[in-house]
């Protein structure tokens, strides 16, 4: 089992839909939650950042995590074309000590 | 842009080759990362350095090492490549070492054939 999972979609919807995504792990200690978005042919930028449990919010992006479940996910609301891109989780016990763990990605369409 | 620059873009070489990527890290940034991305396993973290030391390993081959440089700019080299190399590699950088925000450079796509 792989530490953090991450189905690749791809996910399509229409302009203004709620998105998604969702992350599980299997390392109960992570305590950093992340989502990275990456664009095609370019390097992922961070989005969001989590620490524990909670919620976090971010315009017109959400971030909740649930250590209970070992579950994390990120919401999109009225999405836009500009979305479009590959949406990576990723965590880590503590980021001054230790490297991050990325999902492999779920890819994201956002129709006009 | 993030500021964070990879030569070269693309690469295309042989098995059994060896290449060397570059990575000049943002300027003020002393922490640089490595990581491959492939279809298969993900963004996977293979070394970090920061202010000219090693500081965390990945699952690095023993094929590749890496270093950074007085300036901060940092090479990967990999060596006895095999179709399995092929993948887009990455460089990020930031500020304090070890951190949450980690500012990726466009990447450099290798093929091995």
């Known amino acids: 089992q792989k530490e953090v999972e991450q189905d690749p979609g791809p996910l399509s919807v229409p302009e203004g839909a709620i998105v998604s995504l969702n992350c599980t792990y299997s390392?109960?200690?992570?305590?950093?939650f992340m989502w990275y978005r990456q664009y095609s042919r370019k390097g992922p930028e961070l989005l969001m950042y989590?620490?524990?449990?909670g919620n976090k919010e971010d315009g017109r992006f959400t971030a909740q995590v649930d250590k209970s479940s070992k579950y994390i996910s990120l919401f999109i609301r009225d999405s836009q074309p500009s979305d479009s891109a590959t949406y990576l989780c990723?965590?880590?016990?503590?980021?001054?000590?230790?490297?991050?763990?990325f999902g492999k990605g779920t890819r994201l369409s956002v129709i006009a | 842009d993030s500021g964070v620059t990879q030569t070269p873009k693309h690469l295309i070489t042989a098995t059994g080759q060896r290449v060397t990527l570059r990575c000049s890290p943002r300027?003020?940034?002393?922490?640089v990362y490595w990581y491959q991305q492939s279809l298969d396993q993900g963004l996977q973290f293979l070394i970090q350095?920061?202010?000219?030391?090693?500081?965390a390993k990945g699952n690095i081959l023993e094929r590749f090492s890496a270093q950074q440089f007085p300036d901060l700019h940092s090479e990967l080299n990999l060596s006895s490549l095999e179709l399995g190399d092929s993948a887009l590699y990455f460089c990020?950088?930031?500020?304090?070492?070890?951190?949450?925000?980690?500012?990726f450079g466009p990447g450099t796509r290798l093929t091995v054939t």
């Open positions: 300027s003020g940034d002393l922490s």
């Open positions: 390392n109960s200690a992570f305590q950093y």
């Open positions: 990723a965590m880590s016990l503590n980021p001054g000590n230790t490297p991050l763990v």
């Open positions: 350095y920061y202010n000219g030391e090693e500081r």
């Open positions: 989590t620490y524990s449990s």
């Open positions: 990020a950088s930031s500020v304090v070492p070890g951190s949450y925000e980690q500012y």
